[in-house]
């Protein structure tokens, strides 16, 4: 039997945080079929998440997920109890080589963002007329323009633009269609040679990443982590910018949810190393909100910390979502307390971006919540 921590970062463990609370998922390979039930058990003793990988030639390998506080506790059981000690070794050995994931820069284009240092706020901006938060608010010239520019005196690092409502129940459109919405905004605002802020292009459709990209955007959102556009991966490599992945099903099936959300990041996480696409490129989002139940949703963000373990800079977006909506019983232009509670929670756990609509409000949270959470942290 052998293991790795994976995070298919060449396999190097880097987390966040207080020891204790550290997390990671460490794969262990070639276990003899004798010993899957006695690790399943020690596993769910000790609190740590257990995922047996279906990949052909996979399927004598557990993936066990946790904070470094259950994985050394379960290390000590299996030292313990007999049987296995050679698991628990290999465990509390991965864990030795674990260390904090250092700041750093997120580069798009000629801007430079700070990542560790505080939070970053990605502003929304809907160009649909049918798009859930505002009702086609922003669908037109000028308004577009002029909510981008608002969003920045607000505060936005970011400024997200979507052609497509993803709102539950909503009717694809075609890459035209998308275009047609996309481009004049994004061509107005690129005419400013200063426009203070970066672009995002929020879209699945590699057709339309690549007119915004060749137009000068400096950043993709992909709802469904690459999976959707097999030639998605390829582009962002090719134009060399970061790439948001974010998790997405088409299914709330879950056996083990936040080890198989974890696990379905990582693949998207793969697709695009594939591609070329740098490490320093990559942004990973839990998907509030899409092939989840609200239950689910509030499960995952109880477990946001968790996510920190795939190495990788945590882009969050609740921002006026009908979880909130159902837990408050409130419309979608009443979500703001809501909102800030997720958001607050979400830097708490180690969230490097939240996507929000409430720019100045989400802000200050930010900034209140980045004064108390970040203090003593490790440069």
């Known amino acids: 039997m052998k293991a790795c921590l994976h995070h298919l970062r060449d396999f190097e463990g880097e987390f966040m945080g207080a020891d204790s609370l550290r997390y990671c998922r460490i794969k262990l390979c070639q276990v003899p079929p004798e010993l899957m039930p006695l690790l399943e058990q020690e596993s769910a003793a000790a609190g740590v998440g257990v995922v047996r990988p279906q990949r052909e030639g996979e399927r004598d390998s557990l993936i066990l997920a946790g904070t470094a506080k259950g994985l050394s506790e379960l290390a000590q059981r299996l030292l313990r109890g007999g049987g296995s000690a050679e698991g628990g070794k290999l465990i509390l050995e991965l864990l030795e080589k674990t260390r904090r994931r250092p700041r750093g820069e997120l580069r798009l284009g000629r801007f430079r963002l700070p990542l560790g240092e505080r939070t970053l706020i990605m502003g929304i901006l809907n160009v649909t007329p049918d798009s859930f938060s505002d009702g086609g608010k922003y669908y037109r010239l000028p308004a577009a323009v002029e909510r981008a520019y608002q969003m920045v005196e607000e505060g936005a690092d970011i400024i997200d633009i979507g052609g497509e409502s993803t709102r539950p129940g909503h009717q694809r459109i075609s890459e035209a269609e998308e275009l047609a919405r996309v481009m004049p905004i994004i061509e107005a605002l690129k005419s400013d040679p200063h426009f203070p802020a970066p672009l995002s292009i929020d879209t699945y459709k590699a057709a339309v990443a690549e007119e915004a990209l060749r137009a000068g955007v400096e950043m993709v959102n992909d709802i469904w982590g690459l999976k959707a556009d097999p030639r998605m991966g390829k582009l962002v490599a090719a134009y060399g910018v970061p790439v948001c992945l974010m998790h997405n099903r088409n299914s709330t099936e879950y056996r083990d949810l936040v080890p198989e959300v974890i696990f379905e990041l990582q693949e998207s996480i793969d697709l695009a190393k594939a591609a070329g696409i740098a490490d320093d490129r990559i942004i990973v989002d839990p998907g509030i909100g899409f092939g989840k139940?609200?239950?689910?949703?509030?499960?995952?963000?109880?477990?946001?910390?968790?996510?920190?373990?795939?190495?990788?800079?945590?882009?969050?977006?609740?921002?006026?979502?009908?979880t909130i909506g159902k837990v408050l019983n409130l419309p979608t232009e009443e979500r703001l307390e809501g909102t800030a509670a997720t958001v607050a929670i979400g830097i708490a756990a180690g969230v490097d971006i939240v996507r929000v609509h409430d720019v100045k409000e989400m802000r200050r949270v930010a900034m209140m919540t980045d004064a108390m959470v970040r203090q003593g942290e490790e440069d």
Do not use: C
Request: glycine share 10%.
């Open 293 to 322: 139940t609200a239950e689910q949703n509030l499960a995952v963000l109880h477990r946001l910390a968790d996510f920190r373990g795939l190495g990788y800079p945590l882009l969050l977006g609740t921002s006026r979502k009908s």
